[in-house]
Structures are given as structure tokens and as C-alpha cells.
């Protein structure tokens, strides 16, 4: 499957789960992604700072009663970024289909 690089950039496993979990979430606390993805503190941070880079998610600190946390949000760019990977997802599985 042949992407271009602003879907390819979602395409990357770890990379697709966080932006599955924030398009159906659009938004969610760092520590909540970290634990349901099981990823590490160094994972998590190294894939949000790509899909921050390239304007797909946002992050921002938030006040909670227990002080503050860190919290990522989907952008729209994001949300039409990861639309269009979806389309192109299907359209490949609609390809690859036996007859």
C-alpha cells in the first residue's frame, strides 16, 4: 500500500493507535493513552511530538484537583488527516478482497 508521507506518518503502528484513540476520544489525558496503549513515557512522547510536529494533535497542560496534567487533543487537521488514511484503508481492503 503506497501512502503519501502525511498518511504514511499515521500509518506507522504505535503512531495509528494513538490517532484511533484520539479521533474517537478527542481528548484525553497523557497518562490515560500511556496506560490503555500500553506504551512507555519515552514511546508515547517520542510518536505525539511527530504527530505534533506535523499539526495533527495538540498538547496542552490542564489543571485537575490533583494539580497538573498533560493532555493531548486531536486538531482538525488530524481528524481530515486520519479520515482521509481511513478511505484509503478501506479502499485497499476493498482491493485485496477475494471475489
Given at each position: 500500500m503506497d501512502l503519501p508521507p502525511d498518511l504514511a506518518?499515521?500509518?506507522q503502528p504505535t503512531r495509528l493507535r494513538i490517532m484511533g484513540f484520539l479521533y474517537r476520544h478527542r481528548d484525553v489525558s497523557y497518562t490515560r493513552i500511556r496506560d490503555l496503549l500500553d506504551l512507555t513515557d519515552?514511546?508515547?512522547?517520542?510518536?505525539?511530538e511527530n504527530l505534533e510536529?506535523?499539526?495533527y494533535i495538540e498538547t496542552r497542560r490542564?489543571?485537575?484537583?490533583?494539580?497538573?496534567?498533560?493532555?493531548?487533543?486531536?486538531t482538525s487537521s488530524g481528524v481530515s488527516t486520519f479520515q482521509t488514511y481511513l478511505q484509503e484503508l478501506r479502499q485497499f481492503l476493498d482491493e485485496v478482497e477475494p471475489e
Open positions: 506518518l499515521v500509518h519515552g514511546n508515547l512522547a517520542s510518536h505525539a510536529d506535523a499539526g490542564a489543571w485537575t484537583q490533583s494539580g497538573f496534567e498533560t493532555r493531548y487533543r486531536i
